[in-house]
């Protein structure tokens, strides 16, 4: 029995700097950067006072006040992309298919924008441990639970199939979509709405980040923080956003009639075992990962067009990822476009690896590979082709993504548009 | 003028990084490395943010990459009794 | 779960998901050994909340885990960046490997064959709450280091994986209760597509002020004073639940990499699956639950006639405790109403996503002592089932349904074999 095959049918996305898939295209395509100093809150007192925002009117989106007290912003962000992805993909769900569709998502840090607005009301601005349960909002029991993101998306789409979030810190994304891959293939549902979605910009996401010096202090500079591979780059821009692609059975997108985007045919995710955040020089655990996914796909390291980095534009990161593409691509990688869509969107954690299979997604349509932003000074250690500030035309058969997250966790996805598929 | 950083402190420090150690231990070996001790790169960023709060100001940038108690102590006397 | 292909006679089955180690932390009992005497004893530990700054909160009655001393179990460098949810991890980890006599020269040859997954569904509140406080009342500056790896769902398999030095697939789930199934679900997964063993399980440690605050909104929260009226599910007292801290890990195996090495194997996952129906509808739930646990038993090759005990989920609420009833009679038809069903749980309340996975252990338990434990503080059942309340129930039962159900909507449903019943 042959595998069955997992097509990409629908997109979409809610980014900084475009909400939307056309609008997030225009934005890489371009090269512009959705970086700015944070509006969200007053980022006075913090180390790190920039971030990539989302300009986000929740009524333009349809939520009334109720709908927008239910759903956290990150629900939100994932609520609007879902919408965009199952209409882009003509999906409608009825009977025995709603069984047979789930939902995977992703998210790193779920609800606690909302859990720390909350928080402030009940403990009166950090005075008490003994906190006052009736200065909570009614809604809190929502923010707490993570596992309402999918339980929104699924009541939103309609599916019935096997439901769940996951969060494996900044590799939740990938895994998201890799997991439903995996359980497409493996029979046990046909059609799933994957994706990831995380609103993170608040105080304690930035004082947490700001303590182990992860975040770039570039505040002088914001358009320009982000400098993934550069030599200059002094850790990653907070950001913010979801993706949410359409994943189908091949045959069952064919029957329907359903246009294929592209196919993800590899995931492995494996531990570094390591540190929760520190990454070795050498790689090899990412490389496994990548070579395992290569071997799902049935794909050779050498047929790789396109590399879409992890890329936070941390030193040790960019340096991690670098050695583990080119232990695995060898003189291939030299020859490889790879680029970080966070120089232009910032890093939204769990959400990211979400948006930039997304960007994948476009990039394969288009044959554009999205450029790295801000690039100029090149750094030893970081010796590919990342494209500098300006996208690139490349013909897109098979593209390569890859994440890391604290907690050592090491993702890669791989995607393939196969001759006979049209878009 | 501020408090010198004494190696009973930063033993103290370390504790709350989950590392126990005696403080003579420390001064007799103060080119040992942190990582012999077991405290990693995030202890020694909890150990200068401490630090910084408890002294009112900050420590130079390169303080969280000191190898060793010795250096890591000199490096941070010299930053405090210099005013720099 | 069972994959029926490939199958190496004397060697166990290569893809099979066996459970060859347990590590429990349980408000009953810390260890397989306390616990299962607590469980088959029928001993209730729910009991007036007593964790500091909750005293005062609406919530009067938890299962709270005493008599728990990480310091004994755990190195202090890895408790100083974690919060009370990943000690229980770490610990309950180190208890399913040393059951699961798997150590390091197991796996030090290919540390890629061993991976992680928990599930994950209040996080590390308590450390949170704290450093919260620092933020608010002090200032940037005084939040620490390991904030960004104490409080966030993935903290505990990341921790796991690192200190045992496991570079396998690692996961985390974050489920409503259902996700402590789910866990399992991916385990298999993993060992299907190669994995020798995962370390597979949820803790969960929701009993801090502000974690208490923010379930106050869930329904059928039990706010009840009286300890043993708390929470009594398939009574017409149904009252809700009680909340709980704790949980379990375990070491699943592929068989045949069980059998190369000798080990014991304790029980069979052999099938599960999992529904979603939406957030209260009970209704609804109760044709979602019914098919996920057709869906499990399919996966299992199980006929209805085999299962010879329900683990229920054991909601709490009357609509809710009605749809299990219907969920059970509607997958197992009239076999449902003598199945007898139990849930261990009403003696040591709901710990979210862990809660499913005491429900595993002390389904392994059962099977391997063939009695089927009671359902504390229940009498005087009002649906068409047989709960097993009162004693324990010796009836040599050697197949078991788990369900569990969530807030979110969420259905699960997982067989587990007896270990003797699978032949090698």
New interface residues.
């Given amino acids: 029995m042959t595998r069955r095959r997992v097509a990409v049918t629908g997109v979409g996305v809610v980014a900084p700097g475009g909400i939307g898939a056309r609008a997030f295209w225009d934005l890489l395509s371009n090269g512009r950067t959705a970086t700015r100093g944070i509006t969200l809150f007053d980022p006075a007192g913090f180390r790190s006072r920039i971030a990539a925002e989302v300009d986000f009117d929740p009524a333009a989106h349809g939520f009334d006040e109720d709908g927008a007290a239910r759903a956290d912003r990150y629900i939100q962000f994932a609520l609007v992309a879902a919408r965009e992805a199952v209409a882009d993909a003509g999906l409608e769900l009825g009977g025995d298919d709603a069984w047979r569709t789930g939902v995977s998502l992703g998210t790193a840090v779920g609800g606690t924008t909302r859990l720390e607005h909350d928080y402030t009301a009940v403990s009166q601005e950090g005075s008490w441990w003994d906190v006052d349960h009736r200065l909570a909002s009614p809604y809190l029991h929502r923010a707490f639970t993570p596992a309402t993101l999918a339980s929104a998306v699924a009541e939103q789409t309609g599916a019935r199939g096997p439901v769940q979030t996951v969060s494996t810190g900044c590799t939740s994304g990938l895994d998201a979509i890799g997991y439903a891959v995996h359980s497409i293939q493996e029979g046990r549902m046909d059609v799933c709405i994957a994706g990831a979605s995380d609103s993170p910009v608040s105080p304690i996401t930035v004082a947490c980040f700001d303590a182990i010096k992860a975040t770039s202090a570039n505040n002088d500079d914001p358009a320009h923080a982000s400098r993934p591979f550069d030599a200059n780059r002094d850790g990653f821009v907070l950001g913010e956003g979801g993706a949410v692609l359409v994943l189908e059975e091949l045959e069952h997108a064919r029957a329907r009639g359903a246009t294929v985007y592209c196919e993800i045919g590899g995931y492995a995710t494996f531990g570094n075992a390591h540190h929760m955040t520190g990454l070795t020089a050498e790689g090899l655990e990412m490389a496994r990962a990548i070579e395992t996914a290569l071997g799902q796909a049935q794909v050779n390291a050498g047929d790789i067009d396109y590399v879409n980095a992890h890329g936070s534009g941390t030193k040790q990161n960019d340096r991690h990822e670098t050695a583990a593409v080119k232990r695995v691509l060898r003189d291939h990688a030299y020859k490889t476009p790879m680029t970080s869509i966070k120089s232009m969107v910032g890093h939204s954690l769990g959400a990211i690896g979400a948006i930039e299979l997304a960007a994948c997604v476009l990039a394969m349509t288009h044959h554009v590979v999205p450029p790295t932003a801000n690039y100029e000074t090149p750094d030893p250690e970081c010796d590919l082709d990342y494209v500098p500030r300006t996208a690139r035309e490349h013909t897109l058969r098979s593209v390569l993504s890859v994440g890391s997250g604290f907690g050592g966790f090491q993702s890669a996805v791989v995607m393939t548009r196969p001759k006979e598929v049209r878009a | 003028m501020s408090e010198r950083l004494t190696m009973e402190e930063l033993a103290a420090l370390m504790k709350?990084?989950?590392?126990?150690v005696d403080p003579t231990e420390l001064a007799s070996r103060p080119d040992s490395q942190f990582d012999d001790y077991?405290l990693?790169?995030?202890?020694l960023?909890?150990i200068v943010?401490e630090l910084?709060?408890r002294r009112g100001r900050a420590l130079p940038s390169n303080a969280?990459r000191c190898k060793s108690p010795g250096e890591f102590l000199d490096l941070v006397n010299s930053s405090l009794m210099t005013g720099a | 779960m069972n994959s029926r292909s490939g199958r190496t006679r004397g060697a166990g089955t290569p893809g099979r998901t066996v459970v060859t180690g347990m590590g429990i932390v349980a408000p009953n009992g810390i260890g397989a050994e306390a616990f299962w005497k607590a469980t088959e004893s029928g001993d209730s530990v729910l009991a007036r909340v007593t964790r500091q700054g909750c005293e005062h909160l609406p919530l009067r009655v938890a299962g709270e885990v005493r008599d728990f001393d990480p310091g004994t179990l755990v190195e202090e460098r890895f408790l100083v960046q974690t919060d009370r949810f990943s000690h229980y991890a770490l610990a309950a980890a180190d208890m399913a490997l040393e059951d699961a006599r798997l150590g390091r020269a197991d796996y030090e040859d290919d540390p890629y064959s061993v991976g992680v997954v928990t599930a994950a569904g209040s996080g590390g509140g308590e450390f949170g709450q704290r450093e919260l406080q620092r933020l608010w009342g002090q200032g940037p500056r005084y939040v620490g280091p390991y904030q960004s790896i104490a409080w966030f769902y993935a903290a505990s398999t990341g921790q796991v994986s690192i200190r045992r030095g496991f570079k396998g697939p690692c996961g985390v789930v974050c489920g409503d209760e259902a996700g402590g199934l789910d866990a399992f679900a991916h385990a298999a997964r993993a060992i299907r597509q190669g994995s020798r063993a995962m370390l597979a399980g949820a803790t969960e440690a929701p009993l801090a002020p502000y974690s208490v605050v923010c379930q106050l909104g869930y329904e059928g929260l039990s706010t009840a004073e009286d300890p043993e009226r708390a929470y009594r599910p398939f009574t017409d007292k149904a009252c809700g639940f009680v909340p709980a801290e704790g949980g379990a890990m375990f070491v699943v195996e592929d068989e045949a990499a069980a059998g190369r090495r000798g080990a014991t194997v304790r029980a069979v996952l052999a099938g599960h699956a999992a529904t979603f129906t939406g957030p209260g509808r009970w209704e609804e739930s109760a044709e979602g639950l019914a098919h996920a646990i057709r869906g499990a038993l399919r996966e299992a090759d199980c006929a209805p006639e085999e299962i010879d005990v329900v683990f229920a989920d054991a909601f709490g609420s009357p609509e809710a405790d009605a749809a299990e009833a219907r969920a059970i009679s509607e997958a197992l038809g009239s076999h449902g109403s003598k199945v007898p069903v139990t849930a261990p749980k009403t003696g040591t309340g709901r710990a979210y996503c862990a809660a499913a996975t005491l429900d595993v252990a002390a389904a392994v338990l059962a099977l391997e002592h063939g009695v089927v434990p009671p359902t504390p503080n229940v009498f005087e059942v009002c649906h068409d089932l047989d709960v097993v309340t009162g004693d324990a129930r010796a009836c040599g039962p050697r197949t078991a349904l788990v369900l569990s159900r969530g807030q979110m909507g969420s259905n699960s449903a997982l067989v587990i074999r007896k270990g003797s019943d699978s032949p090698a």
């Fill in positions: 709350t990084a989950g590392i126990t077991g990693d790169s995030l202890g960023l909890g943010g910084e709060n969280d």
